[in-house]
């Protein structure tokens, strides 16, 4: 059974820093890519950074790149998110997401690419 667990969220005031990982287990193969996403609350959930796991590249959203980045983390599949220079509306529940097989090649930054799913960690920055 494939699981995903994040931790490091927190509360924090503007201009901080936060690492979020992301640990799985029961992957029974190496993955397309991992992903991170977030969710405001009354917001849908949107794309935050994903790292195709073969070739290494990293694909962040433009309200994020600069800030925020994604790194492979050993030993197993994992990821870490560091997230730098926060600001208020970067707060939100964070999922990271394991993308196995992607059958219709879906784009990384679009949810319905990636197979599983965490079960998230709040992040909340302050004014």
């Known amino acids: 059974q494939v699981r995903l667990v994040e931790s490091g969220g927190g509360v924090v005031q503007d201009g901080a820093s936060l690492r979020l990982s992301c640990v799985t287990s029961g992957v029974p193969f190496s993955p397309k890519a991992m992903g991170w996403f977030r969710q405001a609350p009354g917001k849908e959930r949107e794309f935050v950074a994903t790292?195709?796991?073969?070739?290494?590249?990293?694909h962040y959203a433009d309200s994020v790149n600069g800030r925020f980045t994604i790194t492979r983390t050993y030993p197993g599949i994992q990821v870490d998110l560091r997230m730098d220079n926060l600001k208020p509306e970067d707060t939100g529940e964070y999922y990271c997401?394991?993308?196995?097989?992607?059958?219709?090649?879906?784009?990384?930054?679009?949810?319905?690419?990636?197979?599983?799913w965490g079960q998230g960690t709040q992040v909340t920055v302050s004014s």
């Open positions: 997401a394991l993308s196995l097989s992607n059958p219709y090649s879906l784009g990384l930054e679009i949810a319905d690419a990636y197979d599983y």
């Open positions: 790292l195709n796991w073969h070739h290494g590249n990293r």
